[in-house]
């Protein structure tokens, strides 16, 4: 979930094979620097970004990172569109994300859940099932809040009763 500027770990599960993580739960990470993080900053304007980041230049975590609140917008915009983000080294060099949104019944995104792989590439034969694992359980988090999707279309409510 988000918390301002971080990201912060409410729940994790691991896997049964051995995998050295630092992350646990209550582990503050920089939302503008993680995938989790731009998963959770999709549903805020280029304004509510700028006021959030007000400095000139983002700190920087990785060559990934974005360097400024416009880049860091762009960014998110197309992870929006997308639907999901896979990202390989993003915020560490020898891990790779796949994040989905987790939205509430106003469609708003209120956490993000993700799955990490312990290496710098993602095998591409396992890719469309992971990221569809990810976001299929996104979902139904998402369900679980009452978000109907039919409801929604790039955040904006959608007359169910056209003819």
Request: cysteine-free.
């Amino acid at each position: 979930m988000r918390d301002g500027r971080s990201i912060v770990y409410v729940a994790k599960a691991v896997s049964p094979r051995p995998f050295a993580s630092s992350v646990n739960v209550g582990t503050r990470l920089p939302a503008h620097a993680t995938v989790l993080g731009r998963v959770l900053l999709e549903d805020l304007s280029l304004a509510e970004l700028r006021a959030l980041y007000p400095e000139a230049q983002l700190e920087v975590f990785s060559d990934s990172t974005p360097r400024t609140a416009d880049a860091l917008f762009a960014i998110v915009q197309r992870d929006r569109e997308r639907g999901y983000v896979l990202q390989e080294g993003f915020f560490e060099s020898s891990i790779s994300t796949i994040a989905a949104p987790v939205r509430d019944r106003t469609g708003k995104v209120v956490a993000a859940l993700g799955a990490t792989i312990p290496a710098a590439h993602i095998d591409p034969e396992q890719l469309d099932a992971m990221v569809e694992k990810v976001r299929n359980t996104a979902g139904e988090l998402s369900r679980l809040l009452d978000y109907r999707p039919s409801l929604h279309s790039a955040g904006k409510v959608v007359n169910l009763y056209r003819e």
